[in-house]
């Protein structure tokens, strides 16, 4: 990767921006639990992958990424800064190749990633993972649940 020729307060600023407990992270949860849905948050849903995911349902198998607009080039909001340019342009696309692996790596595990941006209402995000993970639940309960024997 190219070597990043910033500002000082260019430098500040960016370290200041949340990776984790963001406000849209947040609001997601929110919905999520008041839906009655119990998760865990920023796991590895895989040993041996060093990805963590921000919402977790472990026996569902359901990760949830949040990914910001910014950084994971969303194909609506994305903005590519001008000021070194190839620089973030390569960071960007090296974090969708990156998502892209995560996503593969986890569905070769029998998990199902969903990703969520960051400009979605936590409503209709909300909306999704719960009708994923309600259904992926009541697929385990039908495969586990013991059959009654013939009389």
Known sequence: MRRLETTEATRARMSRQKSRD?????????????????YRVHRRPI??????????????KVAIFVDGCF????????????TN???WSEKIEKNR???LDTDARLEAAGWLPLRVWEHESAEAAAARVIEVVRRRRGAERHETKPRAPKA
């Open 71 to 82: 950084w994971h080039g969303c194909p609506e909001h994305a903005t590519w800064p001008k």
């Open 85 to 87: 340019a190839a620089f």
């Open 47 to 60: 040993k041996g992958v060093r990805r963590e995911a921000d919402v977790v349902f472990g026996p569902a």
């Open 22 to 38: 963001t406000q849209v992270e947040i609001a997601l949860r929110r919905v999520l639990h008041a839906a009655g849905l119990r």
């Open 97 to 99: 190749a990156r998502d």
